[in-house]
């Protein structure tokens, strides 16, 4: 039996507060929530943890999820540069690149199955690891929940990002205390 991992660094629990904000973050209402991995520095989700499988009995593979605006749109930008095709061609040619992302892609199998499984996505994580950087959305969510030194493509993502946004500065248009003076 592997050796448990130790909990997630900012995991906290999702409030009904949390949900009104993610629905407004994202435009939709988010479905199997576990928890906060990450929050802004304002309070607000920033990674949302879902379960493996959805209510409605969908199998799930983004556990670890990104929500935070300013961080999705970072993250857009950065994809839009062409940086997915250039980094999935150094990973093709740098092993030691490869080991360190595929004990991110591990990471993620276990942390997930931390909540559940479902059998569909089994061995699948996100992001296209372990093989390919296919979504910055994934492995940035995953660096920002985990912290420094999980996934090598989160954590360049994060710092190449942070001339416009970081966790520690926020950047949100609806922040808790917003919905608070509200109401809501």
Same mark, same amino acid.
């Given at each position: 039996m592997p050796t448990p991992l130790e909990p997630l660094p900012f995991e906290t629990e999702a409030s009904e507060r949390d949900l009104t904000l993610m629905a407004q973050q994202l435009?939709?209402?988010m479905r199997g929530v576990?928890?906060?991995?990450?929050r802004c520095a304002c309070g607000a989700p920033a990674v949302v943890r879902? @379960?493996?499988r959805l209510p409605d009995g969908s199998p799930f593979p983004t556990s670890l999820y990104l929500t935070l605006p300013s961080m999705v749109e970072a993250c857009s930008r950065l994809e839009a540069r062409g940086l997915l095709a250039e980094w999935t061609?150094?990973?093709?040619?740098?092993e030691e690149l490869q080991e360190s992302y595929a004990r991110a892609h591990e990471r993620y199998l276990e942390r997930r199955a931390e909540l559940g499984s479902a059998e569909e996505?089994?061995?699948v994580s996100a992001g296209g690891m372990p093989t390919r950087v296919k979504c910055l959305? @994934?492995?940035?969510?995953?660096?920002l929940a985990e912290g420094p030194g999980v996934n090598p493509f989160g954590d360049r993502a994060l710092e190449m990002a942070a001339s416009d946004t970081t966790i520690e500065q926020c950047r949100c248009e609806v922040t808790p205390a917003m919905l608070e003076e509200e109401g809501a």
């Open positions: 435009g939709r209402t576990h928890s906060i991995a990450r879902t @379960a493996p061609a150094e990973l093709e040619g740098n996505i089994e061995g959305h @994934a492995v940035v969510g995953q660096a």
